[in-house]
């Protein structure tokens, strides 16, 4: 097994994948923090006979996800500010999901041996903050920090050849 940290947005409306963009340093990549809460408020479900009973719920996914947009998503490096702007703007129309329920499925680990991938379903973009201000293909980038919540909280995995189309 050849598990590869690789984030992306699938759309299933489409059926298109877009790499998230990231650094030309290969060691520096995308820092990602994930958190998930789960809530056990007691009496949350009232019964037929007017009892409460406990229950726990698994709250959304979040990621917080940081990063500098350098190369486009095919790994060549933006060397013009012009460029570093169309792949920026081409970032934040992926951001927001589908034509359909403006969601996208969070891929995050491929195994490289089987060809299968590990992602999250319902995933909606919280946030996308970036700094425009010193755009220069000899510096950072355009960094970005970008906030998604999958509303389903289950890690799935699929083969490449069963993802939708």
């Not at 590869?4 to 790499?19: I, K, N």
């Not at 709250?59 to 996800?65: G, Q």
């Not at 909606?124 to 389903?152: E, M, Q």
Request: hydrophobic share 40%; net charge neutral.
């Amino acid at each position: 097994m050849a598990i590869v940290w690789d984030p992306g947005l699938w759309e299933d409306v489409g059926s298109s994948w877009y790499a998230l963009p990231g650094p030309t340093d290969r060691k520096a990549g995308h820092r990602i923090n994930g958190s998930e809460g789960i809530d056990f408020a007691e009496q949350k479900v009232e019964g037929a006979d007017g009892t409460r009973g406990i229950s726990r719920t698994i709250r959304p996914v979040t990621f917080t996800i940081a990063g500098a947009i350098q190369k486009d998503t095919s790994g060549v490096v933006l060397n013009t500010e012009a460029g570093l702007l169309a792949e920026w703007q081409t970032f934040r129309t992926k951001l927001q999901g589908d034509s359909t329920n403006h969601q996208y499925w969070f891929m995050i680990i491929r195994d490289t041996a089987t060809t299968t991938y590990r992602f999250f379903k319902q995933c909606i973009t919280v946030s996308f903050g970036y700094n425009l201000a010193g755009i220069s293909t000899k510096g950072p980038g355009i960094p970005y920090n970008l906030v998604i919540r999958a509303l389903d909280p289950v890690l799935y995995v699929a083969a490449a050849g069963n993802l939708p189309s």
